[in-house]
């Protein structure tokens, strides 16, 4: 099994292919697992990593403590990056790992080619859209692993398979709720609205209709504010289809991120 070395933690890592390189990463609560349809086809054309963060999977906590916050996870992006001689990747992310993958080309934009925000990582605040803060934390905290659960089902999509439901919220409960809980605290601290002027590279949106968490009409209106600065953005929204579209409907889903990577190609 393949680990890179960050602040003497392990963290694990699948790769596949050549050529340009990809990073997946995850969203709260999974691991490399949730990748599993998506790893291989595009192992066919790019260099594809898929990482556990930290806690995550078979990753190690760094500094012995669950990491809470954007800033830290998108630092353990660079280390596995300069880890493995990683040069300009593009990074795809889910949910929180958008949020991820954005803070990173904020915080490391020249190390980063673009980034794929897969229902996730757009600029909202307050009722516009979720907003993991007061009682909602407080619950949560109480049983972090029924209520991610319970979260997980109520995002997926109208044309999603009973069975394949089941299996995604299971692979979630995996995690340990320690983990779970700090990535609701993660997820809380990323804040696109207020760094909006700091964005440098290219950065677009896959979303899936039946979203509540991240809403098209959201991501819509984040990459309509991104080109009004000179980013290059856009928005492909995937009928029927919710939170996790790569796991949903992971066919959809490869055909939509080709044509994306097609399109950071030629920005």
Request: proline content about 5%; overall charge negative.
């Amino acid at each position: 099994m393949p680990y890179a070395k960050l602040q003497g933690s392990r963290l694990y890592y699948e790769e596949e292919g050549s050529g340009q390189p990809l990073i997946f990463t995850h969203g709260a609560s999974q691991d490399t697992l949730s990748w599993r349809e998506n790893i291989g086809h595009f192992a066919q054309h790019y260099k594809v990593y898929a990482i556990d963060l930290p806690g995550h999977g078979k990753s190690d906590l760094v500094q012995n403590r669950p990491t809470r916050s954007t800033d830290e996870h998108a630092a353990a992006i660079a280390g596995f990056m300069r880890a493995l001689d990683i040069r300009r990747p593009i990074l795809v992310g889910h949910s929180m790992g958008a949020a991820i993958s954005i803070t990173a080309s904020l915080n490391y934009p020249d190390q980063v080619r673009g980034v794929v925000a897969v229902d996730g990582g757009a600029a909202f605040s307050g009722a516009a859209g979720v907003n993991y803060r007061g009682n909602i934390l407080t619950d949560a905290e109480i049983n972090p692993g029924d209520w991610m659960e319970t979260s997980i089902l109520s995002v997926l999509g109208k044309t999603t398979p009973t069975e394949r439901r089941r299996q995604m919220a299971f692979d979630c409960s995996r995690c340990s709720p320690y983990v779970q809980y700090s990535d609701l605290l993660t997820y809380t601290s990323f804040g696109f609205a207020a760094r909006l002027h700091e964005a440098r590279v290219p950065v677009y949106y896959i979303i899936g209709e039946d979203d509540w968490s991240t809403t098209p009409a959201i991501c819509r209106e984040t990459a309509a504010k991104l080109e009004a600065r000179g980013v290059a953005s856009g928005v492909w929204e995937l009928k029927g289809v919710g939170h996790i579209p790569h796991w949903e409907q992971p066919e959809v889903f490869n055909r939509t991120l080709e044509q994306v990577l097609a399109k950071l190609g030629r920005d």
